[in-house]
């Protein structure tokens, strides 16, 4: 059976879920760590489902949760600074409107929260490192111990078990980051995706689910579609999303893709390696395609105060680029119609497009 032919015109094509669409505002609630790490307490003692399901007392809260109503005050003052709880008139205790707002994104919640306890970490023992030693806050810090790549070449127990959690962290990421991005890309106009350093397959198959007409290829390390096939078992877009193991650096890209997407990978290699692998990718995409990279920009320093919940990105700060970087590969690669907008999520990303000259088949 063919798929659906896509719509004449179609900017953004609804049917994702709402949660697809916008980048929640988790952020707020992870600003400042103690309040942070009050509310990861909070989420592990099972104190906020309590109170999710409704109002209580300290006096209820202590017996329900198993905690001593003076470590209960301690705890529920950090969450009330950061607010998460205010107090109602009756003098029960509430979830904030604000903190219920985005208790739908716990997932992300989590994920910012275990990520920053360990970045944080990091910075606090290594900052002079990080500021003028880079190789040895490389070297020595655990967050890059964490991204292995080099353990994603074959496909067994160990290396599937020491790769799924930074693969559960980028997924995550994804699932909120893929909406927004993909609203600004013009999926009526094509039918092909590559998503290059695809990962666990999420954004290509948030982009299927969006496109029913869309098939897609994810082209990552084999240990990488090994996980994502696990990602997508179960969804419906599964039977359209393709992983394709390789080394992007080396082997020949898959060809007849009219779409190709860097996203949040370009940033991982250094100058010259980024610019081949935007050639590369620009030589892969179908005539009269597109190339699209979604990368963080450089940190908004000096715009908005760098908290806690902002170390997740300073660590990777020395690797964020100018949208320069980007165009100019894009240009010497041939690319025309090349453009570069500025997609505000948890920091501000760049999205940078260019055309392959020539007629789509
Ligand atoms: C920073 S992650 C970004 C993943 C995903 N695109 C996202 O937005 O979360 C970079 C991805 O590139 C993949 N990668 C690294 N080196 C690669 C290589 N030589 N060939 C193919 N994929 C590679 C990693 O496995 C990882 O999935």
């Known amino acids: 059976m063919s798929p659906p032919a896509p719509p004449a015109a179609a900017a953004s094509v609804p049917g994702a879920p709402a949660a697809d669409h916008a980048f929640p505002d988790v952020e707020r609630f992870l600003r400042h760590e103690f309040e942070a790490r009050a509310l990861a307490a909070a989420l592990g003692r099972g104190v906020i489902d309590r109170l999710a399901r409704s109002a209580a007392t300290i006096a209820a809260l202590a017996a329900e949760t198993g905690l001593a109503p003076e470590r209960l005050a301690l705890l529920l003052g950090l969450l009330a600074s950061g607010g998460v709880i205010a107090a109602a008139p009756d003098g029960t205790l509430a979830l904030t409107p604000a903190f219920r707002a985005v208790l739908p994104c716990r997932d992300l919640l989590e994920a910012k929260l275990a990520f920053l306890d360990l970045v944080s970490?990091?910075?606090?023992?290594?900052?002079?490192?990080?500021i003028d030693d880079p190789e040895r806050f490389l070297e020595q810090a655990r967050t890059f111990e964490l991204f292995r790549y080099d353990r994603c070449l074959v496909a067994?127990?160990?290396n599937c078990a020491a790769t799924r959690p930074w693969v559960a962290y980028t997924t995550c990421l994804t699932r909120y980051e893929a909406g927004p991005i993909l609203d600004r890309l013009d999926l009526g106009a094509h039918r092909r995706l590559l998503d290059l350093g695809g990962n666990s397959g999420e954004f290509?198959?948030?982009?299927?689910?969006?496109?029913p007409w869309l098939s897609a290829t994810v082209v990552d390390l084999p240990v990488v579609c090994a996980l994502g096939r696990d990602n997508l078992a179960n969804r419906a877009e599964a039977a359209r999303v393709a992983f394709r193991p390789a080394d992007m650096l080396r082997d020949r890209l898959p060809e007849g893709h009219d779409l190709v997407v860097f996203k949040s990978v370009l940033h991982d290699w250094p100058p010259r390696e980024a610019a081949d692998l935007v050639a590369r990718a620009a030589a892969a995409v179908a005539p009269g395609g597109r190339l699209v990279v979604a990368e963080r920009g450089p940190m908004p320093f000096g715009t908005r105060p760098v908290d806690y919940a902002s170390a997740a990105n300073l660590v990777f700060a020395?690797?964020?680029?100018?949208?320069?970087?980007?165009?100019?590969?894009?240009?010497?690669?041939?690319?025309?119609?090349?453009?570069?907008?500025?997609?505000?999520?948890?920091?501000?990303?760049?999205?940078?497009?260019?055309?392959?000259?020539?007629?789509?088949?």
């Open 156 to 158: 067994t127990p160990e």
């Open 318 to 361: 020395p690797f964020f680029r100018d949208a320069a970087f980007y165009l100019e590969a894009f240009r010497r690669a041939g690319l025309v119609a090349v453009t570069a907008g500025t997609i505000d999520l948890d920091m501000p990303f760049h999205l940078v497009q260019g055309r392959k000259t020539g007629e789509p088949a």
């Open 121 to 130: 970490d990091d910075l606090r023992r290594l900052f002079p490192a990080f």
């Open 204 to 211: 290509a198959a948030r982009a299927c689910a969006r496109a």
